[in-house]
């Protein structure tokens, strides 16, 4: 997938005011618009046009596509950065919610086929937008349930017409057990309403940070767990880290890597709670001098072990 300059579409600088875009839109869509057009490609440049104009239009996705920057390599491709997104705080359907608009892989990976909701009451008193943004928290978070502060990226419109982005910050409690994809609601903290009408709510899309530890499948919990060959083989108790503490756990004697242990209802918070596993990971002691050496050459000499004895190898 390409990475797309929207800038570089519409022909003006990253610099440029929402009206400057506006009027170079306008411009190039006369010129490539298919039904006036006798450009052989004038279809293929009127839906570049479309899309380019639907970000930059858009002060909230304008912010967001200016933090990729414009130094990507179009021979490598392009793959949104895994925390893309965070922090950014949308107005309309959340990114992913459907839309009509036919649009590149490269505007899907970043936005899904978003759209702003369309008819409903446009008269004086009218209920607020709602918000959408996505949050990173911890793992440990889902265990135990916390207060964070987090602070989203808005976008601003100045006086003389170019996108800025101001910082809101919000105190969020997390609720125990929440999920991967889980949304918080905080209400009336979206867009304010017109006349008397309400505001809008905020949806808050939780994601978790990466963990040196763990990773998550739905509610169960994961831990790669390294064990030296004589814990695997002859059996052992060690411990081991769990979100909630760390916890003496039994090694049956003859285990094999990647054999899985579970610990029932010690994955994520629930009324059925998850499990955690621990995939044993058998863990080569290096031979990196004449001792460990003449042990392991005393081990070939003594041990009658075949790894591939089950391989038909001609």
Do not use: C
Not at 167 to 189: C, D, F, H
């Amino acid at each position: 997938m390409d990475y797309k300059d929207y800038y570089k579409t519409l022909g003006v600088e990253r610099t440029a005011t929402k009206d400057e875009i506006k009027r170079a839109y306008r411009k190039l869509a006369r010129k490539y618009h298919p039904d006036v057009s006798k450009e052989k490609d004038a279809e293929a440049k009127f839906k570049d046009l479309g899309e380019a104009y639907e970000v930059l239009k858009d002060p909230e996705k304008r912010i967001a596509y200016d933090q990729l920057g414009s130094n990507w390599n179009s021979q490598q491709g392009f793959r949104p950065p895994p925390d893309w997104g965070t922090g950014f705080e949308f107005s309309g359907a959340p990114p992913g919610a459907g839309g009509q608009d036919d649009f590149s892989d490269f505007f899907e990976s970043l936005f899904g086929q978003t759209r702003r909701p369309g008819g409903g009451n446009r008269g004086f008193h009218m209920q607020g937008e709602d918000h959408h943004a996505k949050i990173r928290v911890d793992i440990e978070d889902s265990f135990h349930g916390v207060s964070r502060s987090i602070a989203l990226q808005m976008p601003e419109v100045t006086a003389d017409g170019h996108v800025t982005s101001r910082t809101r910050t919000l105190k969020v409690s997390i609720p125990k057990g929440v999920r991967q994809g889980q949304q918080i609601r905080l209400s009336g903290q979206g867009a304010k309403g017109k006349g008397s009408g309400k505001a809008g709510d905020l949806y808050l899309e939780i994601e978790f940070n990466p963990h040196r530890f763990y990773r998550l499948e739905g509610a169960d919990v994961y831990l790669e767990l390294p064990v030296a060959p004589w814990e695997a083989a002859l059996g052992a108790s060690v411990k081991v880290p769990t979100p909630l503490g760390a916890i003496d756990l039994k090694i049956p004697a003859n285990s094999k890597a990647g054999k899985k242990l579970r610990l029932k209802g010690r994955g994520l918070p629930a009324k059925l709670p998850g499990d955690l596993y621990v995939v044993l990971q058998i863990v080569l002691p290096p031979a990196d001098d004449d001792k460990s050496r003449e042990i392991y050459k005393r081990m070939q000499q003594e041990m009658a072990f075949d790894p591939r004895a089950s391989m038909e190898v001609a």
